[in-house]
C-alpha cells in the first residue's frame, strides 16, 4: 500500500516547482520576499523567483534581488525554520530537495509506515528518515 500512495504523490509533486506550487498554496513558503541586503546595506527590494539547475540534474528555486548593485541570492527556504538549516556560516544546510521532504512527510502524517519502510520507499537513510519525522 505505500509503494501506491508515494507513486500519487509523485505525479502529484513531479519537481520542485510543483512542490514549491503547494507549499505556497497552503501558506507554507512565502509568495513574496524582500531583500534583507548585504551587511550593513539594507536593500529591501522586492526579491524575483528563479530556478537553476543543481549538480545532479534537479532544478532548486531561489530568490534574487533585482537591484543593479545588489544581486544577493537566498534559498526559496530562507526564514521558514521547518525548511531551512542554517550552518555556522549562515548557509542553507538542507540537503533533500522539497519533493523529498513532501514524500517524509506524507509517508509520516497519511501513511505511518514504519521507518524501514519509508527509508526504502525514499531512498534515504533511517536516520535522514528520523531526523525529518522528528521536525513533523
Given at each position: 500500500m505505500p509503494e501506491s500512495t508515494v507513486m500519487t504523490l509523485r505525479l502529484l509533486v513531479r519537481?520542485?516547482?510543483t512542490a514549491l506550487k503547494l507549499l505556497r498554496e497552503h501558506d507554507a513558503l512565502p509568495?513574496?520576499?524582500y531583500?534583507?541586503?548585504k551587511g550593513q546595506n539594507v536593500c529591501n527590494n522586492l526579491m524575483r523567483q528563479r530556478f537553476k539547475k543543481t549538480r545532479k540534474g534537479n532544478s532548486t528555486a531561489s530568490w534574487q534581488c533585482s537591484k543593479k548593485n545588489c544581486h544577493k541570492e537566498l534559498s526559496i527556504r530562507?526564514?521558514?525554520p521547518f525548511f531551512y538549516y542554517s550552518?555556522?556560516?549562515g548557509k542553507c544546510n538542507a540537503k533533500l530537495?522539497?519533493?523529498s521532504i513532501l514524500e517524509l512527510i506524507w509517508l509520516f502524517i497519511y501513511i505511518r509506515c514504519t521507518i524501514r519502510e519509508a527509508a526504502s520507499l525514499t531512498q534515504h537513510s533511517s536516520a535522514t528518515?528520523?531526523?525529518w519525522w522528528?521536525?513533523?
Open positions: 519537481n520542485e516547482e509568495m513574496t520576499k531583500c534583507p541586503g530562507f526564514g521558514n550552518s555556522a556560516q530537495t522539497l519533493t528518515v528520523v531526523e522528528n521536525n513533523c
